[in-house]
C-alpha cells in the first residue's frame, strides 16, 4: 500500500490525532509522501550548532522519521521524540529494537500540550515539517509560547517548513508557508539566526517539495 498526499481523506471537523494515526496504521514509513532515507540536512544544521552528544534534543512532531534512528547511530544521548501520533512513535520504538530505551518518546500535542510544558530546559529545538500545519494565530502562538519556554539561552532552533513556493496541502491538510524573515518575526528579537536555505526535497512519488530550513541561536530568555 502507497499513499501520497493527496489521497489522505479529510471529514468536515478535523480529529487531527486520529487523522495522523490513520496515516500511520494504513502505510508503512517508507511509503508515506512525507518520508525521506535520510534527514541530511537537519543533521548538518545540528553540527553547525556544535552541541555536544548529551546535549537535550526536542524532536518535535517527529512522526516515523528515520532521524531518531541516526541520531542515535551519531551518538547522541538525551534525544527526544515527540508526536501527535501514538502509532508513529511506536513505529519508532519497534524500528530501534533495544536502542529505544536510548529515547523520551513523549506523545503530545505542541498547541495544548500536557506532557511537554514541564520538561524542563533544552538545548536544540528540531522541526521538520510540522509548524506548517498550525494555521490559526492562537495554534502558532501557542507552538512559539512553548519553543520560547523550553529553548535555554545558547541553546538553538531548528526549523524546516513548506517555503513560500511549496505544497499548498500535506495529507490534505491546508498549510501557512513561511520564509526566513517569518519565522525571525514568529521567535522575535531574542533569537539569532545562524544559517538559513532553501532544500527542494523529493518525495517518495517524485514530487518537488520546496523548503526552507533555518537555524537559529537564543541570545536572551
Not at 541553546?155 to 491546508?174: H, M, N, P, R, T
Request: hydrophobic letters at 40%.
Amino acid at each position: 500500500m502507497t499513499t501520497k498526499e493527496s489521497e489522505c481523506n479529510i471529514p468536515g471537523e478535523i480529529n487531527y490525532k486520529e487523522h495522523w494515526n490513520a496515516a500511520y496504521v494504513k502505510n508503512p514509513t517508507e511509503k508515506l509522501g512525507w518520508f525521506e532515507e535520510s534527514s541530511k540536512e537537519t543533521i548538518e544544521l545540528l553540527k553547525e550548532s556544535n552541541v555536544p552528544k548529551d546535549a537535550k534534543i526536542l524532536n518535535v512532531g517527529v512522526g516515523s522519521s528515520m532521524l531518531i534512528d541516526e541520531l542515535v547511530v551519531d551518538g547522541y544521548s538525551s534525544l527526544i521524540a515527540n508526536d501527535l501520533s501514538e502509532k508513529a512513535l511506536t513505529d519508532v520504538k519497534n524500528r530501534l529494537g533495544e536502542s529505544a530505551s536510548k529515547v523520551n518518546f513523549i506523545a503530545d500535542n505542541l498547541v495544548a500540550p500536557t506532557q511537554l510544558e514541564d520538561l524542563g530546559e533544552v538545548d536544540v529545538w528540531n522541526d521538520r515539517a510540522v509548524l506548517h500545519f498550525f494555521l490559526k494565530e492562537e495554534e502558532q502562538n501557542a507552538y512559539f509560547n512553548l519553543l520560547k519556554k523550553l529553548v535555554k539561552v545558547n541553546g538553538f532552533v531548528i526549523i524546516a517548513v513548506f517555503a513560500l513556493d511549496g505544497a499548498e496541502k500535506c495529507c490534505g491538510l491546508q498549510l501557512q508557508r513561511y520564509n526566513t524573515e517569518m519565522l525571525q518575526e514568529k521567535l522575535g528579537n531574542d533569537f539569532v539566526l545562524v544559517n538559513s536555505f532553501n532544500h527542494t526535497f523529493v518525495n517518495p512519488y517524485g514530487g518537488e517539495r520546496p523548503y526552507v530550513y533555518t537555524l537559529f541561536q537564543r541570545a536572551n530568555k
